[in-house]
């Protein structure tokens, strides 16, 4: 079936290193979502991307949908301690369907 | 406003028991998702609840899992016959609908235990 690969699985940085995780559809998607999961909470939604080529900014975060819309990346500036958890991107598949990937787990240091 | 709401927030239960997991969506969501998430990995598509349309099932693993969702507000999951592979946070999720996905809103889920 449909899937959303999502890289890498874990990353752990020091302290004020940058940071990306990536994401991979075999087909395009109408939109992609951004949600992180801190340690012990449930996903929060970040951001929605709709347009092809589409580059958001939120404070050290930057998510860019590709112009394929087949893919995306999620990058941190200058990580801090409050951004330790798990970050999923969840990709629209038509209609209803959202399609999470697995999750890249970030660990920092401080 | 207040959030999504489920109950309980942790279960405890023998093997072979039934358990219900209730959600209550945000006021006004029409759609509904349930998700299970076992420790330290990702979300596993559950069930789909859309307005009066039928509901999209394809993500219960086996015959033991059912889901309702009555006057289009409020859902149960129900397991009959735990197994100790049903143990795993079960989060419930709504959205707006309006066409296309929606970001949606996550409740604080169920911790679900089989002893």
């Known amino acids: 079936g449909q899937q959303v690969m999502q890289i890498p699985q874990y990353q752990h940085v020091q302290e004020g290193e940058d940071f990306t995780t990536y994401c991979n559809s075999s087909?395009?998607?109408?939109?992609i979502q951004w949600y992180k999961q801190r340690p012990g909470g449930h996903p929060v939604f970040l951001i929605q991307?709709?347009?092809?080529?589409e580059v958001k900014k939120q404070k050290r975060l930057t998510f860019q949908f590709g112009e394929a819309k087949k893919n995306s990346s999620l990058h941190i500036t200058a990580t801090q301690t409050t951004d330790v958890g798990t970050y999923f991107c969840?990709?629209?598949?038509?209609?209803?369907?959202?399609?999470f990937g697995a999750g890249t787990r970030l660990f920092v240091k401080a | 406003g207040a959030g999504v709401s489920q109950s309980p927030s942790n279960k405890v239960t023998e093997k072979g028991k039934d358990v219900e997991l209730r959600c209550d969506p945000i006021?006004?969501?029409?759609?509904l998702y349930w998700y299970r998430q076992s420790l330290g990995q990702g979300l596993e598509f559950l069930i789909y609840?859309?307005?009066?349309?039928?509901?999209?099932k394809s993500g219960l693993p086996s015959d033991r899992f059912s889901a309702e969702r009555t006057g289009g507000s409020v859902s149960t999951l129900t397991i009959q016959r735990t197994q100790q592979e049903d143990s795993a946070v079960y989060l419930c999720?709504?959205?707006?609908?309006?066409?296309?996905?929606?970001?949606?809103?996550f409740g604080d889920g169920t911790r679900l235990s089989i002893l």
């Open positions: 969840a990709g629209g598949a038509g209609g209803f369907k959202t399609i």
């Open positions: 609840f859309q307005g009066n349309s039928a509901p999209d």
């Open positions: 006021s006004g969501h029409t759609a």
């Open positions: 991307l709709v347009k092809s080529g």
């Open positions: 087909t395009t998607l109408s939109n």
């Open positions: 999720a709504s959205s707006l609908w309006t066409g296309m996905n929606q970001p949606q809103h």
